[in-house]
């Protein structure tokens, strides 16, 4: 389906790891490579994970995606505050012809 | 370093037009796609529409066909976003993003600050 679901809120205490996932379907995740957006209070999206597992310069390794048959996760460890933010996966649909937006998780450090 | 500065957002009623622009440095603008994504207020992101490098691939959102036009100026590194007809839930904070396209890949590597537009009577 032409949707990508993620869980609107997810949380963990300082130095955890939390999991965010995303859903979708053959003409989006099973296709074609997913991306993830964090985007800070108040500021633009910013590029955390590119093509399914890549970090772009900058990005900590403590963030890390993967990707199977039509879901998709992000995985950040050793929680930190500054991780604080709305998180969006994304990924180009084929029959929409667009790219697609899940709706966003927001992430609370306990 | 890659900077994207958007303007012309504002208030227009029910009905009107607005033009964004984006003005491009620090990359080689036309080898690469633009796109424009909008966030209504407390809402999630949406794309809106994306350019090719030489401006003859153009697409869009269903929400926006035939309303929205989008452009772009390699000369002056500039991407435009012509909106008319506007309606309420055009409402947001417009972005204008710097793509990485390629086979089954296409992301967006750097954002600019966004331009708010609302739509109001």
């Known amino acids: 389906q032409s949707v990508l679901t993620q869980p609107p809120s997810a949380s963990g205490p300082p130095g955890q790891t939390v999991t965010i996932s995303c859903s979708g379907g053959?003409?989006?995740?099973?296709?074609?490579?997913v991306d993830w957006y964090q985007q800070l209070p108040g500021t633009a999206p910013k590029l955390l994970i590119c093509?399914?597992?890549q970090r772009p310069s900058g990005v900590p390794d403590r963030f890390s995606g993967s990707k199977s048959g039509t879901s998709a996760s992000l995985a950040i460890s050793g929680l930190q505050s500054d991780d604080e933010a709305d998180y969006y996966c994304?990924?180009?649909?084929?029959?929409?012809?667009?790219?697609?937006f899940g709706g966003g998780t927001k992430l609370t450090v306990l | 370093e890659v900077q994207l500065v958007e303007s012309g957002g504002g208030l227009v009623q029910p009905g009107g037009s607005l033009r964004l622009s984006c003005s491009a440095s620090g990359f080689t603008f036309s080898s690469f796609w633009m796109s424009w994504v909008r966030q209504a207020p407390g809402k999630g992101l949406e794309w809106v529409a994306s350019?090719?490098?030489?401006?003859?691939?153009?697409k869009f959102v269903d929400s926006v066909k035939g309303r929205f036009t989008i452009s772009r100026d390699n000369t002056k590194n500039s991407l435009s976003l012509d909106m008319n007809s506007l309606r309420a839930e055009d409402t947001a904070i417009y972005y204008c993003?710097?793509?990485?396209?390629?086979?089954?890949?296409?992301?967006?590597?750097?954002w600019g600050q966004g331009t708010l537009v609302t739509v109001s009577s």
């Open positions: 994304a990924a180009w649909d084929d029959s929409l012809d667009g790219i697609l």
């Open positions: 093509s399914n597992n």
């Open positions: 350019i090719d490098q030489h401006g003859s691939h153009k």
């Open positions: 993003a710097k793509n990485i396209q390629g086979g089954y890949i296409f992301y967006f590597d750097h």
């Open positions: 053959s003409s989006n995740i099973g296709t074609n490579t």
